[in-house]
């Protein structure tokens, strides 16, 4: 993760354009990247990093990158930085059932995406990793109301909603000029990035599959010590990687992906794209 944000970030000139501390920014990537668990098979380091990436690979398209200026990009990055921080491999759902202290202090809403934002905001307020400490604090709320907006979209019990919501407002616009509307695009921007598995090349996405469903299987065998109903797919006994991955492209993956391609293709003979294609 320090890698690609050093490439991302700093090497892209992200940060310099900005007139940020590279040293305070990389200092809090560092130890962001630090509190993902390395024994957590899917919802670590190595996901976020390739999220991250997605995203940036997202806002090059020409009729999405648009829609943005510095700042918001920064705001995506971070947000897909540390949108999984701290993750235990487990669901919210399962420390909702079980009355962990995450779900009481939550109360059971959006247990893991409000434990990954406070906790990695209390990390940004550390003097050694504040690199947003010059920000006025209307334009820091404003970055921070941002990224709270994303990493609560990536909770995939808002997904239709927001999938819903950016078909109402979205589609038919050729740029997102209300700060709402911007803020949906990032969301169905970050969400693409985050279920983004299913689009990167067969061995590659089939780690991914293997890393998901071993999560699943883990949080299973939890389940069964505590006389609990098994999860869906969480079976290691019956295993079912291929029903898993039916139906979350069919009915998760593929909608927003589709809508997001439509979207982005209708826009592409809209005069605000084809000048910023030429430039």
Excluded at 95 to 119: C, F, K, T, W
Aim: hydrophobic fraction near 40%.
């Amino acid at each position: 993760l320090l890698t690609m944000s050093y490439h991302l970030f700093v090497k892209s000139g992200l940060i310099g354009r900005l007139h940020l501390n590279t040293e305070k920014f990389l200092n809090f990537i560092k130890e962001i990247e630090e509190g993902y668990h390395t024994d957590v098979t899917f919802h670590n380091a190595c996901h976020v990093t390739d999220v991250l990436h997605c995203m940036y690979y997202l806002t090059t398209v020409p009729n999405i990158a648009i829609n943005f200026k510095d700042w918001d990009l920064l705001a995506m990055f971070v947000a897909a930085c540390i949108h999984d921080y701290d993750h235990p491999g487990l669901s919210s759902k399962f420390l909702i059932q079980i009355g962990d202290p995450l779900a009481v202090l939550y109360n059971d809403r959006s247990v893991l995406e409000n434990h990954h934002l406070a906790m990695s905001f209390s990390i940004l307020y550390k003097e050694q990793n504040n690199f947003l400490e010059h920000l006025d604090k209307e334009k820091f709320n404003d970055f921070r109301e941002t990224i709270i907006n994303l990493v609560l979209a990536t909770d995939l019990a808002e997904h239709f909603q927001i999938l819903s919501l950016f078909k109402k407002k979205i589609l038919n616009l050729p740029k997102c000029v209300q700060r709402e509307d911007k803020i949906l695009l990032m969301k169905i921007l970050i969400k693409c990035a985050d279920i983004s598995n299913p689009t990167k090349e067969r061995s590659i996405y089939k780690k991914w599959v293997d890393g998901i469903m071993e999560e699943y299987y883990r949080q299973g065998d939890r389940e069964k010590e505590l006389n609990m109903p098994l999860s869906p797919f969480g079976n290691r006994d019956v295993p079912k990687p291929n029903s898993c991955q039916k139906s979350f492209v069919e009915f998760i993956a593929a909608p927003i992906f589709e809508v997001l391609a439509e979207w982005v293709y209708t826009c592409q003979s809209k005069p605000e794209v084809d000048e910023h294609s030429k430039s």
